[in-house]
């Protein structure tokens, strides 16, 4: 039998996971967070559907350190197949066990029982007997092994349209937000222009009840009237003086200089090695690039923080907890156990955003205030400037075909930063904004090479294609001029966004239909063709003003493939998206309308980053785009209609798809544009400024 | 105190307050309607988004002296076939630019009940989404016009 799924391994103790209410309700705990992906939804689904309840039974509760399950982070698409797993597996064990309970209390055996929304009924049974009957000693069991789960084909929840979000209603009117957290104090930082400054002067004087909060470099002030907050926020920042500590940064390009003295590590077997890169001769080659990107997330970064006692209790929309609680305990030099983390959720985050480091904020703040709950909150400037950004990624691509046109060999090198900076209890520096900046600071962690598979700068490098030879190279940068994470699909994006791109030209240069090069190419990947055929279906192909682009996401995930249209307005150079046509395949669906949702939802950010973002910095290194003017989205005037079709595979298990677009959405576009125009654009993004030198090229 | 209405309910605030922008007044604990949200206080993102008589307003930069004897409406007071629309559909994902989305789009349906996709579009361009949910919003509106 296959092992248990690992979180439920971690955690084997059945009541962590499910529990039955007094009210004939069931609640499950997980400890993964919702971030608008509609995780919360589908769990639960997955829970009525294994124990044999009414959707509506069930309540699924998220993230709280001591409380529910440490799941880690929420991150990579992976919720679905982890918490997914061990919630299903936990499930079928309390279904077991309770009708283990009704056959004793029956004198009937286990396996002539069946179930209904939780009535349990038998041969000669009158008055069924429901879970809640039996629930008064809860579960109090350890899980050791598996046990048989439902087979796919009776379900009846699972995979079926018409699923409500449980969240949304709330949301729209009600307090849902961290942001709606009631407080006594309201709580701005007055930031420095930069990472790179610090205080030098600060003369002015807080008046009760307003308070001022510093520590070295880290400003921040607090009123008990939000907007009072905001305009002392404002004062006290025009009395700061600051300086900028060492040198301005070496430029915010990937140039030659900067890609001489990177680290190489050809992959070999999907991973990074410390080998010498094989030269492969080729006759074909191309450059891409992607600008730094923000998550710039709709509501700019928020926590609650209470300090009672030399104990911390923190609400906050970070991805993980857990690692949170303990590098903040290193930042205040307290037990990690003195401090309790409840996830309450934000806006979309899309990734590392600012989320952490607002708890961190909040925690400092509210130290300075022991016994009044602090409600911090980032300005939209702040967010903005000082969120870890989207690293920037320079892809240099190389081909040779052969006599018949298909590619004889294949090169990829990817130059970039890092793309991993949560903060992590196993990180030697501190990974939270405020850090750097107190009087006793922590330093952030000097930024290693990821060498696991499919991470960081290097995530699908590898082609989703066959040739008969390749060699795929990461090569690390050490030294980012600004602070860079993980945004939504890592280095997928300018990977996939490269190699869709090349594909398409190595087709037009051997006069071959963009879709048969790939079909020809594809073999290895049999559910790829298939996802393939799918989008073309559903399109109707590529004729016209039309791309394509594919990809499985980290070379195992979900297969999705984009097909997209474009128009180009020959006075305005400007590019509009009006139709998408997306297939995907994500294993077995549970939440059809949830997932159709997620690949949307990538698709259209992609397409805004293609289309029109791009952060901007000074020479000191400041971000200058700190607005929505400065950094502008795709608008609803401006977002393709979309069609989506999944491809289900019951008899899978589940893939997470959150990610699974961004990357054959942003190859699809460059390639429509090329169908459209002649020209090829590679380096992101493609504004009409971006079109007219290509085009005067 | 500066009488106005609610969502058809009387509310008030503090004389001191005229000045402070809608938005911290009504999210404020005097009045504590945390639907309309704070994402710019610039007027560039539409997340504070209220009616003031029937017309949309940011409430994040008008004067909360304004609104004096006026009728507010936001997303909690507007359970309106538009909102249901947008809700039935599951049209967003986070749902933090949802109530403003809901308050723009009820001042265009109020005003023109059978909106084409362009109209929809058109009226919701000051409405900012991060997550991508605009084609899902524009089809469950679309749809809320055809019936
Ligand atoms: S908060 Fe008012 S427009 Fe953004
Ligand atoms: S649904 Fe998240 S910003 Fe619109």
């Not at chain 1, 400003?219 to 900028?244: D, I």
Request: a negative charge; glycine letters at 10%; one cysteine or more.
């Amino acid at each position: 039998m296959k092992p248990l799924p690992p979180a439920l391994a971690a955690t084997p103790s059945l009541d962590r996971w499910i529990r039955l209410t007094g009210e004939g309700g069931v609640i499950a705990s997980t400890g993964k967070v919702e971030i608008g992906q509609g995780i919360l939804t589908a769990l639960g689904t997955i829970v009525a559907e294994e124990l044999d309840v009414a959707r509506g039974r069930v309540q699924v509760v998220s993230a709280h350190t001591g409380h529910t399950p440490n799941e880690g982070v929420t991150a990579g698409s992976m919720s679905i197949e982890t918490s997914g797993a061990a919630l299903r597996q936990a499930s079928a064990w309390a279904r077991r066990l309770l009708l283990e309970r009704a056959a004793a209390r029956l004198a009937l055996p286990a396996d002539s029982l069946t179930v209904a929304d939780g009535e349990i009924r038998g041969e000669g049974v009158n008055e069924p007997l429901t879970y809640w009957d039996l629930a008064d000693q809860q579960f109090d069991f350890e899980i050791r092994h598996r046990t048989p789960e439902k087979d796919p084909s009776a379900y009846r929840l699972v995979g079926r349209d018409g699923q409500r979000r449980t969240d949304i209603l709330a949301k729209a009117t009600g307090p849902a937000f961290v942001h709606d957290s009631d407080a006594e104090l309201h709580a701005r930082v007055v930031r420095p222009p930069s990472l790179r400054h610090r205080l030098t002067e600060l003369d002015v004087d807080v008046a009760a009840p307003g308070r001022l909060v510093v520590d070295g470099s880290f400003v921040a002030v607090a009123h008990p009237v939000e907007f009072e907050a905001e305009r002392l926020a404002r004062r006290v920042a025009g009395h700061a003086r600051w300086r900028r500590i060492g040198s301005p940064p070496r430029g915010f390009d990937i140039d030659e200089s900067r890609r001489e003295t990177a680290e190489a590590f050809p992959l070999r077997n999907g991973v990074p090695s410390p080998v010498p890169r094989r030269r492969i001769a080729t006759t074909h080659r191309a450059a891409y690039s992607r600008p730094f990107l923000m998550h710039a997330s709709l509501a700019p970064s928020a926590a609650v923080a209470v300090w009672h006692d030399g104990a911390l209790a923190i609400e906050c929309s970070s991805q993980g907890i857990e690692p949170l609680r303990h590098v903040i305990a290193r930042v205040l030099g307290i037990d990690p156990d003195a401090i309790e983390i409840r996830h309450v959720p934000g806006a979309g985050c899309y990734g590392h955003n600012g989320a952490d480091d607002a708890a961190l904020d909040a925690a400092l703040i509210a130290r300075a205030v022991p016994g009044r709950r602090v409600l911090l909150k980032w300005s939209r400037e702040d967010e903005h400037g000082f969120e870890p950004l989207g690293p920037a990624m320079h892809v240099e691509m190389g081909a040779s075909l052969d006599a018949q046109g298909g590619i004889a060999a294949w090169t990829h090198d990817v130059y970039g930063f890092t793309h991993v900076a949560r903060p992590s209890p196993r990180a030697p520096g501190v990974d939270l904004l405020a850090a750097r900046f107190l009087a006793e600071p922590f330093q952030p962690t000097l930024a290693r090479p990821a060498l696991g598979p499919e991470v960081g700068i290097h995530r699908n490098a590898l082609p989703i294609y066959s040739f008969p030879d390749q060699e795929v190279t990461k090569h690390f940068m050490p030294d980012a001029p600004v602070r860079t994470s993980a945004l939504r699909g890592l280095g997928a994006q300018g990977n996939v966004f490269a190699i869709e791109s090349f594909m398409d030209e190595l087709a037009h240069a051997g006069g071959t239909d963009p879709a048969d090069f790939r079909r020809r190419h594809l073999q290895r990947d049999a559910g790829a063709l298939t996802v393939l055929e799918a989008v073309l279906d559903l399109s109707g192909g590529l004729a016209g003003s039309r791309g394509l682009g594919i990809a499985r996401y980290k070379n195992r995930q979900c297969c999705a493939a984009v097909v997209a249209e474009v128009s180009v307005d020959p006075e305005t150079a400007e590019i509009r998206v009006p139709r998408l046509w997306i297939a995907a395949d994500a294993g077995r669906i549970i939440d059809l309308d949830g997932l159709t949702n997620q690949l949307e939802g990538g698709a259209v950010q992609a397409l805004s980053w293609c289309l029109k973002e791009s952060v901007s910095f000074d020479a000191e290194g400041a971000v200058t785009s700190r607005d929505w003017s400065s950094y502008p989205i795709l608008r609803f005037g401006e977002v393709p209609e979309i069609e989506t079709v999944l491809l289900d595979h019951p008899e899978r298990d589940p893939l997470g798809a959150g990610e699974a677009t961004v990357g054959p959405t942003s190859g699809a576009l460059g390639n429509a544009v090329f169908a459209a125009t002649g020209l090829r654009i590679r380096d992101l993004p493609m504004t009409p400024d971006r079109l007219r030198q290509v085009a005067a090229r | 105190m500066v009488p106005f209405r609610l969502n058809g309910d009387a509310a008030q605030f503090d004389d001191g307050e005229r000045d402070t922008p809608l938005l911290f007044v009504l999210r404020g604990p005097a009045v504590g309607d945390m639907t309309p949200k704070l994402g710019c206080a610039r007027e560039e993102c539409g997340a504070c988004r209220v009616l003031v008589d029937g017309d949309p307003a940011y409430a994040c930069t008008l004067p909360a002296g304004e609104v004096e004897g006026r009728h507010v409406e936001t997303a909690a007071g507007l359970d309106t076939p538009v909102r249901r629309a947008l809700l039935e559909s599951n049209a967003t994902q986070c749902g933090y630019c949802l109530p403003g989305i809901i308050v723009a789009a009820e001042a265009l349906f109020r005003l023109n009940p059978q909106p084409s996709r362009a109209e929809i579009a058109a009226a919701l361009d000051s409405q900012l989404c991060r997550c991508g949910s605009q084609p899902r919003v524009l089809s469950a509106l679309l749809a809320a016009g055809g019936e």
